[in-house]
């Protein structure tokens, strides 16, 4: 979907103004079964997922599946016959597996399980599908969600979709693109993963606006800890993401996480933030206000799931005790009426920078991703120089300089990404001179941006345009801290608070 607009703003002194041309963004929210189909627009269901009667073989990878859930939603006339290869990470005995492999079998003969073993406190948390289609094309989706009930139908998920992909030309085995690599050095992670990575190979990544942000088990040295966790990350929003100079100002990194883990303030303030702080243009290392979404009791309370869907948000006690002195300061309640989301609980997580503005907030980057906040979903480092990442997870990295190459041929196309809300879907920057886009740094990422220094007059011809990729930021800015003197309250999973829910539930035991 492309949409473009002229300027309709003018600033104090005269600008140059050029046309807007809006990006279709590969991110957006699931539907909500209890908020009203305006506030859906642009939604996805589990069913616009996997319901394509075309659909040839389905990848499943999660931490939690609830099989006969998931095949109610795969279309009718071929439920019976999908060949469909599950990869999970419940938490079951032996006993217990082959219990539930056997029952899968019987009602389910073309569905195989395979449960993904964990050390020590990592988990299988990833939650992404394959899908296959009989034209031959392929479809890569990462998400918030597990595969249950309760987590599709009035929680705050995230999708992104890679959209369909098609066979290389010649069906090389060849890598195409660094997102592809990634990908398949994750997969590769997983016991009986051929048949699957065989088929991913023939296909072309090269178009995917993301950069893979994946977590596997290990312990990684020198190189080698680049590419996993919190590290991934660091090196990718050092080597990729350049942010304009008018945006780096008052810019706050957001966590909006679907829980809290037993993390240290040493961690937090120290190498994870400062993984969130890193791009490609910095000069004088400055850190942004560092700032954390998560809901507060009456949040829990008012939601459409009432205090049932506290038992999603597992942050107990006896962690938030030790973490209380660090992390109130940069706490901020659940609050979601621009996004559509007031009552849906949030079980996204994504991380983001931006910067508010009167003309709306600006993205530098956004991260939509299966990782809690929490050392062995990210990775932390050990004695000796060791990153020691525990869980499986999965994320995708996205910023406007993936987007730069999406010009037409007589064009530069310079992109931002702002947030997008339920009344303003389509937000216009006001300010629309071409300066706006000069970076610090010597150059861009982008292969069709002018030097600042050519003189040549080569690009006199080209149209400059600005394009726009709309983020729908599941919570609402600015944020809001919490008020802990007018009696807001962490939710706490094994802690007792007042009040019924729509339900008229109690906690009360």
Request: glycine content about 8%; overall charge neutral; proline content about 6%.
């Amino acid at each position: 979907m492309r949409l473009t607009i002229n300027c309709l703003h003018s600033l104090a002194r005269p600008k140059e103004c050029v046309p807007i041309r809006y990006l279709e963004s590969p991110i957006c929210l699931t539907s909500v079964e209890r908020a009203p189909s305006s506030l859906n627009v642009g939604c996805v269901t589990l069913k616009s997922l996997i319901g394509d009667p075309d659909l040839e073989l389905m990848v499943q990878i999660n931490f939690m599946i609830d099989v006969p859930y998931v095949m109610s939603h795969v279309n009718e006339s071929i439920r019976d016959g999908l060949k469909t290869i599950v990869y999970h990470g419940l938490r079951l005995s032996t006993t217990e597996v082959m219990a539930l492999n056997a029952t899968i079998a019987t009602r389910y003969p073309r569905v195989s399980m395979h449960s993904v073993p964990v050390a020590g406190m990592g988990t299988h948390h990833t939650k992404a599908m394959i899908l296959f289609y009989r034209d031959g094309t392929m479809q890569l989706v990462i998400h918030t969600a597990n595969m249950i009930e309760r987590d599709w139908r009035n929680k705050t998920q995230g999708v992104f979709r890679t959209g369909r992909l098609y066979k290389k030309p010649g069906n090389t085995g060849l890598s195409t693109c660094a997102f592809e690599r990634d990908l398949l050095e994750y997969l590769d992670r997983y016991f009986e993963h051929e048949q699957v990575t065989s088929r991913v190979r023939q296909y072309d990544f090269s178009k995917i606006k993301a950069v893979l942000i994946a977590s596997a088990p290990g312990k990684y040295k020198g190189p080698d800890r680049n590419r996993w966790g919190h590290f991934k990350l660091r090196a990718a929003l050092r080597q990729q993401v350049e942010v304009p100079r008018g945006l780096i100002p008052g810019s706050k990194i957001i966590s909006s996480i679907g829980s809290l883990g037993k993390v240290s303030q040493d961690w937090l303030r120290g190498e994870f933030e400062a993984s969130l702080n890193s791009y490609r243009n910095s000069k004088n290392f400055s850190l942004a206000d560092l700032c954390v979404v998560y809901p507060t009791a009456e949040n829990v309370r008012t939601s459409f799931e009432g205090w049932s869907m506290g038992g999603s948000l597992p942050f107990k006690s006896t962690a938030y005790e030790k973490q209380a002195h660090y992390l109130n300061p940069i706490l901020h309640s659940w609050r979601g009426l621009k996004s559509g989301r007031e009552r849906a609980m949030p079980h996204i997580k994504t991380f983001t920078r931006v910067t508010s503005r009167t003309d709306g907030d600006h993205l530098a980057w956004f991260l939509l991703t299966s990782a809690n906040l929490s050392k062995p979903a990210w990775g932390e480092m050990k004695d000796g120089g060791v990153f020691d990442v525990k869980s499986y997870e999965l994320g995708v990295l996205i910023f406007p300089g993936l987007f730069e190459d999406c010009g037409e041929p007589d064009e530069i196309l310079h992109v931002s990404m702002m947030n997008s809300t339920v009344l303003d879907p389509y937000p216009e920057p006001s300010t629309l001179a071409l300066d706006e886009f000069d970076l610090e740094a010597t150059g861009s990422n982008s292969n069709n941006s002018v030097e600042k220094d050519d003189t040549s007059g080569e690009h006199d011809h080209l149209r400059q345009t600005i394009g726009v990729v709309p983020i729908r930021l599941p919570y609402d800015l600015p944020l809001r801290k919490y008020d802990f003197a007018m009696g807001d309250h962490v939710w706490l999973v094994d802690k007792q608070f007042p009040g019924k829910d729509d339900f008229g539930h109690t906690l009360a035991p």
